[in-house]
């Protein structure tokens, strides 16, 4: 139960952000939804990801800055429900652009 409110808490935070910066720049929601969505999976794929290669990247310049070998474990890569719920966010975001500009699309 946990994972889904923060997964519909990452959507809902992400909606509103979404909704300021249309806002702020007098964009239209739909048309800037598609790379909003986009941008906010590579943003919390950068911070959430624990074994990506920014991680171990910073645990070799460590080692070289020290000279302590650290233990390296391979990690499995565990996504976070935040990095989920941008996801969720992106095709959502798809789905209700693709419904709006159907005619676009279709003829």
């Known amino acids: 139960m946990n994972k889904f409110v923060i997964m519909m808490l990452t959507v809902l935070i992400l ?12 964009w239209t929601f739909v048309d800037v939804s598609i790379p909003f969505g986009i941008v906010a999976i590579f943003i919390t794929y950068i911070f959430t ?3 990506n290669t920014v ?4 645990d070799m310049q460590i080692q070289g800055e ?5 233990d390296f474990s391979n990690r499995v890569a565990n996504q976070s429900f935040v990095f989920i719920g941008s996801i969720v966010y992106f095709s959502l975001a798809l789905l209700t652009t693709f ?3 159907k005619d676009y699309f279709i003829s």
């Open 49 to 51: 990801n624990k074994g």
């Open 99 to 101: 419904y709006i500009y």
């Open 55 to 58: 991680s171990r990247q910073m």
């Open 66 to 70: 020290t000279g302590i070998r650290m």
């Open 15 to 26: 909606g509103i952000a979404h909704w300021l910066t249309a806002f702020v720049f007098n």
